[in-house]
């Protein structure tokens, strides 16, 4: 079968996620035959450095040999058990490994299976909790502007990205959204830790307004990624955390994109010094094999719900595959990768590859920023650079991009306007100058077109 071959077949059954379906009548679908390291393979023999590690989950690339081994292995023993008062080894000894290794007194893992459920269920712990210590009128959440947190109807309702929330506007929880710290925004000769301070009087004024009404805030640590990539300042973190403790508010961190190395650290908390009520987990988690996702909490949290069963303080919440044994060892295979590998060391090195093959972009008269948080690196196009003002979405400039790559033998996947670089941490520096070299020809593609 060739990609044509596959494609038609594929066109009569599937419907794509994230998709306008009619956009394959003239552009079908990429059959992939299989993967190795950074490469991907299509049906045609065609191939295409993963720049987006599908989707951002992937760490140490397709077909990794120590990964497949483990999840080979736990095949022959248990490949699925309901975890509802069965457990198996896995499950526990990940759990063990994510208390040790996560920030501060995070001690309880709850399992779930890909990281909107994570959301969910961090959400709904958070309204129990207040619920089970007796303190009532909590309700409410706060989000930043600009956020996505997934697709499900309370992880959509906590997002603020209105290409993916508008529709659904009247299905949603209402938060109390904040505006974003996004560095995109800060004035000039304003830094990063300044625009960060600033932009949290509006946090600070939500919560001293309406602490009373609310669960907690969800934020993504450092960056929003399908916001476009926007990045701020660690500072904020630190700064909405004392205020928490103060107004008596969780908070809620969806370490989901971000976790497990993409930014610099192992969490990007740690660059805040911050430990979260909640810790949201997936993507990177399995290393991108497996859909799994956890949500790490505190003692605190644990013990407002442990009680006789007939409080009905217990949290009845449950998904057929969570902590399934396959994901778990890919899990711990991960892991292991991270403590037998100077993995973060290596990642610095890469990242200053990245910076340096991108470093003339900035000079391109449609791009206004280039910006880097650790192994993500985004590129923003617009119509106007004096004005910052963007391309109307409607040009679909980044598609553009997108298909320049596919003939280049790379897959980047730009958010709107945005061009980003989120690869596998086994990519080579090799590797990361042909990005740059296709991302800038793609990007004086799209943006010489009228
Ligand atoms: C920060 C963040 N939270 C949650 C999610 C949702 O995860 P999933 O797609 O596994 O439901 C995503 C997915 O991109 C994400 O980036």
């Not at 502007?145 to 009247?170: F, I, M, R």
């Not at 988690?285 to 949500?295: A, E, N, Q």
């Not at 994901?327 to 973060?344: G, H, S």
């Not at 004096?386 to 897959?411: D, I, M």
């Amino acid at each position: 079968m060739n990609n044509r071959q596959l494609a038609q077949r594929d066109l009569e059954v599937l419907w794509h996620p994230c998709t306008q379906m009619k956009d394959h009548e003239d552009f079908p679908p990429v059959p992939i035959r299989r993967g190795k390291g950074v490469w991907l393979e299509d049906h045609d023999g065609n191939r295409y450095i993963d720049a987006v590690s599908s989707w951002w989950v992937n760490l140490f690339g397709h077909a990794n040999p120590r990964i497949n081994a483990a999840i080979q292995e736990q095949l022959e023993t248990l490949e699925h058990v309901i975890l509802a008062g069965f457990s198996h080894e896995p499950a526990i000894e990940l759990a063990e490994r994510l208390v040790a290794l996560t920030p501060g007194d995070l001690c309880r893992c709850f399992y779930a299976d890909n990281g909107s459920s994570a959301v969910e269920v961090a959400l709904k712990m958070s309204f129990h909790c207040w619920k089970n210590q007796g303190v009532h009128g909590k309700t409410r959440f706060v989000n930043l502007a600009n956020s996505y947190h997934g697709e499900t109807l309370g992880a959509l309702a906590v997002g603020d990205v209105s290409l993916y929330k508008q529709t659904y506007g009247p299905l949603l929880l209402k938060p109390f959204t904040a505006a974003s710290p996004d560095a995109w925004t800060r004035k000039e000769g304003e830094t990063q830790a300044d625009c960060a301070r600033r932009k949290f009087a509006d946090m600070e004024r939500l919560l001293a307004q309406h602490h009373s009404e609310i669960c907690a805030v969800i934020v993504e640590p450092l960056v929003q990624c399908a916001g476009g990539m926007r990045m701020y300042d660690p500072l904020y973190l630190t700064l909405l955390r004392q205020a928490c403790d103060h107004y008596q508010v969780h908070l809620i961190a969806d370490e989901i994109a971000v976790g497990f190395g993409r930014t610099g650290s192992l969490f990007a908390c740690e660059q805040a010094h911050i430990t979260p009520d909640f810790m949201c987990l997936s993507k990177g988690l399995t290393g991108g094999y497996l859909p799994l996702s956890v949500v790490m909490t505190t003692n605190t949290v644990y013990q407002s719900f442990y009680d006789d069963y007939t409080t009905l303080k217990a949290f009845l919440h449950s998904h057929s595959y969570t902590g399934n044994p396959l994901a778990c060892r890919a899990a711990l295979a991960t892991l292991d990768i991270f403590t037998e590998d100077p993995v973060l060391e290596n990642n610095r090195k890469l990242a200053l590859c990245m910076q340096a093959s991108t470093a003339h972009f900035a000079e391109h008269p449609h791009i206004a920023e280039v910006r880097q948080t650790g192994m993500i690196l985004a590129i923003e196009m617009v119509a106007d650079k004096n004005t910052r003002t963007p391309y109307p979405w409607q040009q679909r400039r980044g598609v553009k991009v997108f298909r320049h790559a596919l003939t280049r033998e790379v897959l980047l996947r730009p958010l709107g306007n945005v061009v980003y670089f989120m690869p596998p941490y086994v990519i080579t520096e090799q590797q990361i100058e042909h990005l740059a070299e296709v991302a800038w020809e793609g990007i004086l593609k799209a943006t010489s077109e009228t």
